[in-house]
């Protein structure tokens, strides 16, 4: 199985970036796939996630700013974040099952 996060970048606080996460080896429309995020230094966190059956959560920080949904027809899992903060600054990964990882994307976010 192979993870791999796309759409990653550096922006402005206030504004959005929408990551992507698609996988080989894995129908993402059948597992439980969670974002997680990392900054150097600290422990790996969990931002949102989203079962086989679409129920979602997130974690406090980003309730209201972040969703999670998944694109059946594309295979596809996205973390659509907006009002960007400077403390989501990390490398955002994705999880499949808590057992497979992607390497990652950067997001930055900075005046």
């Known amino acids: 199985v192979v993870l791999v996060e796309s759409g990653g970048g550096s922006v402005q606080p206030g504004e959005s970036l929408r990551l992507s996460c698609v996988g080989s080896?894995?129908?993402?429309?059948?597992?439980?796939l969670a974002w997680h995020r990392q900054v150097p230094g600290k422990q790996r966190d969990l931002v949102a996630r989203?079962?086989?059956?679409?129920?979602?959560n997130y974690v406090d920080d980003v309730k209201g700013r972040f969703t999670i949904s998944r694109d059946n027809a594309k295979h596809v899992v996205y973390l659509q974040m907006t009002a960007l903060k400077p403390e989501d600054t990390a490398v955002y990964f994705c999880?499949?099952?808590?057992?497979?990882w992607g390497r990652g994307t950067q997001v930055t976010v900075s005046s």
């Open positions: 999880c499949v099952d808590n057992y497979y």
């Open positions: 080896d894995v129908d993402l429309n059948n597992v439980n």
């Open positions: 989203i079962t086989i059956n679409g129920a979602t």
